[in-house]
């Protein structure tokens, strides 16, 4: 194996980053803050639209060649630097001189890349050579003259921005001669690829920009100086060494981890550790050199990240270069928002020294996700997935209403209106948090889920672009806009467990809705039990045990949800329609008691629809007298409670009349002012209101749009007419299917009809539920409209 080519692709790639590392040991601290962003603005963009190209260019099976690449290079170059400027200059305030050369080397940098992966693949090693000696020269030439402030300095940086264009020109231009080859299957076969890339692009202008806006310029610069220098090793193998050790790998048939690159490693995790050890114990040695602690520490953790990225990284160029059909889109995609949601999480709840372990967390992110996408494919090759116990407890965990405090643990709280006052220690995360993402892990079925993943994206994405383009580069309100993307963002990958689910749970008869079943006849009578023993009518959220939060708010409506999708479900088995005749009277009863309109109506419709459908097909009158029983216990269970409260509790009827009107000012308020002009409809408002004031919109789509803008809605209405196409599509079965058709209303009932009410997507606990439910729905609809078109 030659080493020539990781060498010059670590002069190509890496210039940028020498040159930060250098500026942030020689302390030129906010000078590092500013070139840090443009690089994770470019990072962000040409990055993005890298598309795994070097090895998409070393794998014989990909079909797609070299010139191919650089056309489509060619045909994205200037709308991207163009963007690449904006993200740079308007958002955060960086030298407009400074940004536009360091575009135009990233610029160069990503052109070549095509040229030197072409010149790997026919094993030109001149060429090679010739690179990476003129490159390094160049480098220190640019840096030199920075830091001598002089008056020729930005001349040097533009002889080295430069550079690069006119050693590859011929190369670059042949590429304008194949912009015929840009077929759509050529560009379809990419597509994964580019995904895969832009998630991590994106992710890192959020990483660094989230950092910036909660630390400032003098402490995020040191902390980007840290993570360049202990990630130097994961980057170099991600985008020198990795490709050409897969090629190599490719090419002999036999595993290949030289010596030369495990004994950096050793070291640089030896290194890593006594570096974090010396600066823990404020070692006297260290602050000689100019840095604080905090900075040492980082970088000791971010050098031990360093060794665990290459070994995450060696996993994905193996699962991209060994096999034609395989991408690392969806653990892409999973790990790189998981990241950045962690940054004000770690932040507020751990303080400024935890943000020092960074870089460390995301390099087990990635080796987590990319390993069990690894072992599920290897588990599916030898069909070994059926997990049976394991989806049943995903299931559970969904529904199951127990949340978690980080300040208390298990959430028991006997007030009627618990709130977190915004601490982030008491605020009660549901386990269903846990479920969904151990869930992902558990299956990694990512294939399935491509619809998900690719909503999720563009969501992500639409929300980051009109947050940066509305804030102006006023930090405040970019620190709160992204906290509250990240709000929106989270309950969403309950669509990917959800596909992922049904796709390996098919051969399960009814685990989904016999998990439910059984969470609900344990929950409901222990509730109402609970409820009673308390003195109340209502339903109270105090269980002895544990409590519910916003147990009349949003829960309500999610367990009747799942009661229908079991009751559908399992009403045709005669062990379960005995159960269901006992259990029903009682799941109206907790309905009734929960006083939730919502939830009152979806149970009354959804048992007399499914009554209908029953005596329409089978003749079975067994549900309409269930109807009726159900019906008149609601009622009398309504009645009761309203003298009840009018001997007891009156000062409640004013509460609710008084809220009922306080929501219908908030949704009128919020639907007022997203049409105020076409630009904030657009793009939405650069703050929120008062939460004192306006605390919600009370309809999901009102507060996209307020908050982010109708740019960034538009993934959702695109998954909600997907949903109703392939309803309209795959219609005789659904109509034919008693489950199915029961899920497909509910689906829509709780998308359309609960969210023009409530803001329940963006709820941890029924937002996972309804993602969770509206992907096992699209899978089957999917899926099942590939086995009739086959």
Same mark, same amino acid.
């Given at each position: 194996?030659?080493?020539?080519?990781?060498?010059?692709?670590?002069?190509?790639?890496?210039?940028?980053?020498?040159?930060?590392?250098?500026?942030?040991?020689?302390?030129?601290?906010?000078?590092?803050?500013?070139?840090?962003?443009?690089?994770?603005?470019?990072?962000?963009?040409?990055?993005?639209?890298?598309?795994?190209?070097?090895?998409?260019?070393?794998?014989?099976?990909?079909?797609?060649?070299?010139?191919?690449?650089?056309?489509?290079?060619?045909?994205?170059?200037?709308?991207?630097?163009?963007?690449?400027?904006?993200?740079?200059?308007?958002?955060?305030?960086?030298?407009?001189?400074?940004?536009?050369?360091?575009?135009?080397?990233?610029?160069?940098?990503?052109?070549?890349?095509?040229?030197?992966?072409?010149?790997?693949?026919?094993?030109?090693?001149?060429?090679?050579?010739?690179?990476?000696?003129?490159?390094?020269?160049?480098?220190?030439?640019?840096?030199?003259?920075?830091?001598?402030?002089?008056?020729?300095?930005?001349?040097?940086?533009?002889?080295?921005?430069?550079?690069?264009?006119?050693?590859?020109?011929? !190369?670059?231009?042949?590429? !304008?001669?194949? !912009?015929?080859?840009?077929?759509?299957?050529?560009?379809?076969?990419?597509?994964?690829?580019?995904?895969?890339?832009?998630?991590?692009?994106?992710?890192?202008?959020?990483?660094?920009?989230?950092?910036?806006?909660?630390?400032?310029?003098?402490?995020?610069?040191?902390?980007?100086?840290?993570?360049?220098?202990?990630?130097?090793?994961?980057?170099?193998?991600?985008?020198?060494?990795?490709?050409?050790?897969?090629?190599?790998?490719?090419?002999?048939?036999?595993?290949?981890?030289?010596?030369?690159?495990?004994?950096?490693?050793?070291?640089?995790?030896?290194?890593?550790?006594?570096?974090?050890?010396?600066?823990?114990?404020?070692?006297?040695?260290?602050?000689?050199?100019?840095?604080?602690?905090?900075?040492?520490?980082?970088?000791?953790?971010?050098?031990?990240?360093?060794?665990?990225?290459?070994?995450?990284?060696?996993?994905?160029?193996?699962?991209?270069?060994?096999?034609?059909?395989?991408?690392?889109?969806?653990?892409?995609?999973?790990?790189?928002?998981?990241?950045?949601?962690?940054?004000?999480?770690?932040?507020?709840?751990?303080?400024?020294?935890?943000?020092?372990?960074?870089?460390?967390?995301?390099?087990?992110?990635?080796?987590?996700?990319?390993?069990?996408?690894?072992?599920?494919?290897?588990?599916?090759?030898?069909?070994?997935?059926?997990?049976?116990?394991?989806?049943?407890?995903?299931?559970?965990?969904?529904?199951?209403?127990?949340?978690?405090?980080?300040?208390?643990?298990?959430?028991?709280?006997?007030?009627?209106?618990?709130?977190?006052?915004?601490?982030?220690?008491?605020?009660?995360?549901?386990?269903?948090?846990?479920?969904?993402?151990?869930?992902?892990?558990?299956?990694?079925?990512?294939?399935?889920?491509?619809?998900?993943?690719?909503?999720?994206?563009?969501?992500?994405?639409?929300?980051?672009?009109?947050?940066?383009?509305?804030?102006?580069?006023?930090?405040?309100?970019?620190?709160?806009?992204?906290?509250?993307?990240?709000?929106?963002?989270?309950?969403?990958?309950?669509?990917?467990?959800?596909?992922?689910?049904?796709?390996?749970?098919?051969?399960?008869?009814?685990?989904?809705?016999?998990?439910?079943?059984?969470?609900?006849?344990?929950?409901?009578?222990?509730?109402?039990?609970?409820?009673?023993?308390?003195?109340?009518?209502?339903?109270?959220?105090?269980?002895?045990? !544990?409590?519910?939060?916003?147990?009349?708010?949003?829960?309500?409506?999610?367990?009747?949800?799942?009661?229908?999708?079991?009751?559908?479900?399992?009403?045709?088995?005669?062990?379960?329609?005995?159960?269901?005749?006992?259990?029903?009277?009682?799941?109206?009863?907790?309905?009734?008691?929960?006083?939730?309109?919502?939830?009152?109506?979806?149970?009354?419709?959804?048992?007399?629809?499914?009554?209908?459908?029953?005596?329409?097909?089978?003749?079975?009158?067994?549900?309409?007298?269930?109807?009726?029983?159900?019906?008149?216990?609601?009622?009398?269970?309504?009645?009761?409670?309203?003298?009840?409260?009018?001997?007891?509790?009156?000062?409640?009827?004013?509460?609710?009349?008084?809220?009922?009107?306080?929501?219908?000012?908030?949704?009128?308020?919020?639907?007022?002012?997203?049409?105020?002009?076409?630009?904030?409809?657009?793009?939405?408002?650069?703050?929120?209101?008062?939460?004192?004031?306006?605390?919600?919109?009370?309809?999901?789509?009102?507060?996209?749009?307020?908050?982010?803008?109708?740019?960034?809605?538009?993934?959702?209405?695109?998954?909600?007419?997907?949903?109703?196409?392939?309803?309209?599509?795959?219609?005789?079965?659904?109509?034919?299917?008693?489950?199915?058709?029961?899920?497909?209303?509910?689906?829509?009932?709780?998308?359309?009809?609960?969210?023009?009410?409530?803001?329940?997507?963006?709820?941890?606990?029924?937002?996972?539920?309804?993602?969770?439910?509206?992907?096992?729905?699209?899978?089957?609809?999917?899926?099942?409209?590939?086995?009739?078109?086959?």
């Amino acid at each position: 194996m030659s080493y020539i080519f990781p060498l010059a692709n670590m002069a190509n790639a890496f210039a940028m980053t020498v040159l930060l590392i250098a500026l942030g040991l020689t302390g030129h601290s906010t000078l590092v803050a500013e070139v840090g962003i443009v690089q994770g603005a470019t990072l962000a963009l040409f990055y993005a639209f890298s598309a795994n190209a070097r090895s998409l260019i070393l794998n014989k099976s990909a079909a797609v060649s070299a010139n191919s690449v650089m056309a489509f290079r060619l045909l994205t170059l200037t709308p991207l630097a163009v963007i690449s400027y904006w993200l740079s200059v308007s958002a955060t305030a960086v030298s407009p001189i400074l940004a536009i050369l360091l575009i135009t080397r990233r610029v160069a940098e990503w052109l070549s890349e095509v040229h030197l992966s072409e010149m790997e693949r026919l094993d030109n090693r001149l060429f090679a050579t010739q690179y990476f000696v003129a490159q390094s020269l160049l480098l220190v030439l640019a840096f030199g003259l920075l830091v001598m402030d002089s008056q020729i300095s930005y001349l040097g940086l533009s002889v080295w921005a430069l550079f690069p264009l006119l050693f590859s020109f011929k !190369f670059i231009y042949s590429g !304008f001669a194949n !912009f015929p080859s840009l077929t759509k299957n050529m560009l379809f076969k990419m597509l994964p690829h580019l995904g895969s890339t832009a998630i991590i692009g994106i992710g890192v202008y959020v990483f660094r920009l989230l950092i910036l806006l909660l630390i400032g310029k003098e402490i995020a610069g040191d902390l980007y100086t840290a993570f360049a220098i202990g990630g130097l090793t994961g980057s170099v193998f991600a985008n020198s060494l990795g490709a050409s050790i897969a090629l190599h790998e490719q090419r002999s048939g036999k595993r290949h981890f030289p010596k030369m690159v495990r004994l950096p490693l050793n070291l640089s995790l030896l290194a890593g550790a006594l570096i974090f050890v010396a600066a823990t114990i404020q070692l006297d040695t260290l602050a000689w050199l100019g840095k604080t602690y905090f900075f040492w520490q980082a970088t000791g953790l971010s050098l031990i990240g360093g060794v665990v990225m290459v070994y995450a990284q060696r996993v994905r160029f193996r699962l991209i270069q060994h096999d034609e059909y395989h991408d690392v889109f969806g653990p892409d995609v999973m790990m790189n928002i998981l990241l950045i949601t962690s940054i004000p999480f770690i932040y507020y709840l751990l303080g400024l020294q935890a943000l020092a372990g960074l870089y460390l967390l995301s390099s087990l992110l990635a080796l987590v996700f990319y390993k069990s996408y690894q072992l599920a494919e290897i588990r599916s090759s030898k069909g070994q997935f059926n997990l049976k116990i394991g989806y049943s407890i995903i299931a559970v965990m969904i529904l199951f209403p127990l949340y978690l405090q980080l300040s208390n643990g298990i959430f028991r709280s006997a007030s009627l209106n618990f709130n977190s006052g915004a601490d982030l220690h008491f605020l009660p995360i549901p386990v269903s948090v846990i479920a969904c993402y151990v869930g992902i892990l558990m299956i990694a079925a990512y294939r399935y889920a491509t619809t998900s993943l690719y909503y999720i994206f563009f969501t992500c994405l639409l929300m980051v672009t009109t947050t940066v383009a509305i804030s102006q580069g006023v930090n405040a309100e970019q620190q709160s806009k992204f906290i509250l993307l990240i709000q929106f963002i989270l309950p969403m990958f309950g669509l990917v467990l959800g596909q992922m689910y049904y796709a390996k749970n098919q051969s399960i008869v009814y685990s989904l809705e016999k998990s439910f079943l059984y969470v609900l006849l344990f929950i409901v009578p222990l509730q109402l039990t609970s409820t009673w023993l308390q003195g109340y009518t209502s339903l109270s959220p105090y269980l002895y045990v !544990f409590s519910i939060y916003q147990h009349v708010q949003y829960v309500p409506v999610i367990f009747v949800s799942a009661f229908l999708v079991a009751f559908c479900g399992l009403w045709s088995i005669s062990k379960f329609k005995n159960i269901f005749l006992a259990f029903t009277p009682l799941m109206g009863i907790y309905t009734a008691a929960s006083m939730s309109l919502l939830a009152i109506v979806m149970l009354i419709a959804g048992l007399l629809g499914f009554a209908l459908y029953q005596w329409r097909r089978f003749f079975d009158k067994t549900v309409i007298a269930l109807v009726l029983l159900v019906t008149i216990l609601m009622g009398g269970y309504l009645e009761y409670k309203s003298d009840f409260m009018e001997s007891k509790l009156t000062f409640f009827n004013v509460i609710n009349q008084d809220e009922i009107a306080f929501n219908m000012i908030g949704r009128q308020y919020f639907a007022k002012n997203i049409v105020t002009d076409p630009e904030t409809f657009l793009l939405g408002h650069a703050e929120r209101p008062s939460r004192a004031q306006f605390p919600s919109a009370h309809n999901y789509y009102l507060d996209i749009i307020y908050s982010f803008g109708f740019l960034a809605l538009l993934p959702t209405l695109v998954m909600l007419i997907y949903t109703l196409m392939l309803l309209y599509r795959f219609r005789n079965g659904v109509l034919a299917s008693t489950d199915l058709l029961c899920l497909s209303a509910i689906v829509l009932f709780l998308v359309v009809v609960d969210n023009s009410f409530k803001v329940g997507l963006r709820q941890p606990y029924s937002g996972i539920f309804t993602f969770f439910i509206w992907g096992i729905l699209i899978s089957k609809l999917h899926l099942n409209f590939l086995k009739v078109s086959k």
